[in-house]
């Protein structure tokens, strides 16, 4: 039997097993911490840049007055930091309930920092 | 200006007491470097908006606005959105990978004194150019605030970042910056509420008066930056610069897991991204109220526009009101920058006698007592250091290194270290070639731009984080092509994202090197 060339070693098969299931699991989590951090990344980065590159160079629409003096620029402004909180909100929530539960299949807790570097 | 001076020592007095209870509870390495990695997420969250908030974001941020309009608006958005890449993609990572420093990660990954070595350059440039230009500062802005010489005013500043963190570590630098975050909000919280008193709730009269009296385009952009790239490329460099700022990494390993890192940074976006918001409104209430002309002959950069503006507030000049409101933001404002250059001071104290002397020239091998000693040590000589280069620094035009180390820490330090979390194949190569470029590119592109020759400049933009990041990246990229594979690198790979995303311990050994 082929698998008998390992069997004098049953308890380095197991760790072996192990290693590879947690590799895996962790694999599924940075699939999933792609999925939903790559979206938002992006998000941000085009409504943050995306405002300096129109204060660059179209200034005439930032003019547009929306109430009062307040103009399309001072209001665009006003919504990142809207958003920036909003989707930091959203990210600790969705990692609260998804991801943390992911690394701790992948990793249970009391095994973690059992070396401190 | 009495009252500055003894609202000043006040708080001098109460971070001395601290720094005093501190050291009592400071002598392993991980309370010095990392204060136990006890905080909570509040804690952390506050001493992060005290590290992050330098007097050019308390002060600067409204003169910017009360002079040149909607460029200071969009100056104090940055810092915040900023913060949206460190808590996607940096935080949590880094909490679970590292112990005190950069140099942790990269070393953990790679393996190699090579690639230590090209980090631990990459975290003094960047806090060193910090450094220098905010104790310059400081000298400038005390002198102003209390009249004391600025020569005494830096050797001042310097000595009590020396005392705070050569005896109290981390836990004192922590506690001082959680102290400077909550004056800093008290005062911004009582400003805009005099503010809004002012105007009848209505701030919709502050843009209308701004504009009525200085013309539409103080609410346009381009008053300040007037090459169209630069607002991009300062917007850029704000978003990749703070992750890559190694005196901010290091608050992350000031908390006990992943879950608390994450937290805490959505409490620094709160309480920093109010006080931004507000400097908007303070700068507009500054330029009606207080008038641009008073704010220059008071200062030419706009520096003293917010505690003119609160002294106005309390009841003008020569009252008292305006007297007591001047001496508590004034305070305030040296409080700020002993917070900021003590938190510089402990991480360049990471990277030399952490990063440098115990991991690269002993090679990991000292006993703890040794190593508390050294970073003691490291500290006060970092600290003379620092001393010294301010008063040098007086006179000299320090601008240029503000936006260098942000400018550096985007395009060397951050490509580095996102490649090293998230690459399978990046290398020892990679790490030595996106540090080179990174750093080669921002020094020389910010020596022949705007800041450094005025109207000689060769290269057009102020900041050249633009060019220097796609370039760090560039050099990180080639650098892993041109080294090869290294296969025994990549199959640690695994065991690697085991513990930068799951958060295990003790699966990679201790690199021998």
Request: hydrophobic share 55%; with cysteine; aromatic share 10%.
């Amino acid at each position: 039997m082929r698998s008998g060339t390992v069997s004098n070693a049953p308890s380095r098969r197991r760790e072996i097993a192990k290693e590879s299931a947690q590799h895996i699991a962790v694999a599924a989590l940075v699939t999933a911490k792609v999925a939903f951090v790559m979206p938002i990344t992006i998000i941000f980065l085009v409504s943050y840049i995306g405002l300096t590159a129109l204060a660059g160079f179209a200034k005439g629409f930032l003019a547009l007055k929306v109430i009062g003096a307040v103009n399309v620029g001072f209001m665009l402004i006003a919504g990142n930091y809207a958003l920036a909180w909003l989707l930091a909100i959203i990210y600790v929530h969705v990692a609260n309930t998804t991801f943390d539960p992911m690394a701790e299949r992948a990793f249970p807790l009391p095994n973690r920092f059992e070396v401190s570097q | 200006m009495n009252a500055t001076l003894g609202i000043f020592v006040v708080i001098l007095i109460v971070t001395l007491a601290i720094t005093y209870w501190a050291a009592k509870h400071t002598s392993t390495t991980s309370e010095f470097y990392a204060a136990g990695n006890q905080l909570t997420a509040a804690q952390n969250g506050f001493a992060l908006a005290g590290d992050w908030c330098s007097a050019a974001a308390f002060l600067g941020f409204s003169g910017l606005t009360a002079l040149y309009g909607m460029d200071g608006a969009f100056y104090a958005l940055g810092p915040l959105m900023a913060f949206c890449t460190v808590l996607f993609l940096i935080a949590e990572p880094l909490r679970n990978t590292g112990k005190y420093t950069l140099g942790d990660v990269i070393r953990v990954r790679m393996q190699t004194r090579t690639s230590l070595l090209a980090v631990i350059t990459g975290t003094i440039v960047v806090n060193f150019a910090y450094l220098m230009p905010q104790m310059a500062g400081a000298g400038v802005l005390v002198k102003l605030l209390t009249g004391i010489s600025y020569d005494w005013a830096v050797i001042f500043v310097g000595a009590s970042m020396i005392v705070y963190v050569a005896f109290g570590g981390m836990l004192a630098t922590t506690w001082v910056q959680i102290v400077k975050a909550a004056l800093m909000l008290a005062a911004g919280a009582l400003i805009l509420v005099m503010v809004l008193v002012l105007v009848n709730f209505d701030l919709l009269t502050l843009f209308r008066d701004a504009q009525t009296r200085y013309g539409p385009q103080f609410l346009l952009p381009a008053n300040y930056l007037r090459n169209p790239f630069d607002q991009i490329s300062l917007g850029l460099g704000f978003v990749f610069g703070l992750a890559g700022l190694p005196h901010v990494m290091t608050r992350f390993y000031t908390v006990p897991d992943a879950k608390t890192a994450r937290r805490s940074v959505v409490w620094v976006m709160f309480l920093a991204g109010a006080f931004f918001v507000g400097t908007t409104l303070f700068g507009l209430a500054a330029a009606n109220f207080v008038g641009q002309d008073v704010i220059r002959v008071a200062d030419r950069g706009g520096n003293l526009t917010l505690p003119l503006l609160a002294q106005y507030l309390g009841g003008g000049k020569g009252t008292l009101g305006g007297e007591i409101m001047l001496g508590f933001v004034s305070a305030v404002a040296v409080a700020t920058i002993l917070a900021v250059v003590s938190g510089l001071t402990l991480s360049t104290s990471g990277a030399i006698a952490h990063d440098f002397y115990v991991n690269w020239v002993k090679r990991g091998h000292l006993e703890e007592h040794r190593q508390v000693w050294i970073a003691r040590t490291s500290t006060v000589v970092i600290g003379v250091l620092a001393i010294a280069l301010g008063i040098l620094a007086q006179g000299v035009n320090v601008a240029v290194l503000v936006i260098l180390a942000i400018c550096v820490a985007a395009s060397a330090n951050f490509p580095v270290l996102t490649l090293s979390l998230f690459w399978r194949r990046f290398n020892t190569g990679g790490v030595v070639g996106g540090m080179l470029l990174g750093l080669v590119s921002s020094v020389v592109l910010a020596m022949i731009g705007p800041a450094m020759r005025g109207a000689d400049a060769i290269w057009p933009l102020v900041n050249p984080t633009i060019v220097s990041m796609p370039l760090g990246f560039l050099g990180a990229v080639l650098g892993t092509l041109l080294a090869g594979r290294d296969k025994e690198n990549e199959a640690r790979f695994g065991a690697f994202s085991l513990r930068v995303h799951a958060g295990s311990r003790g699966r990679i050994a201790a690199p021998e090197f």
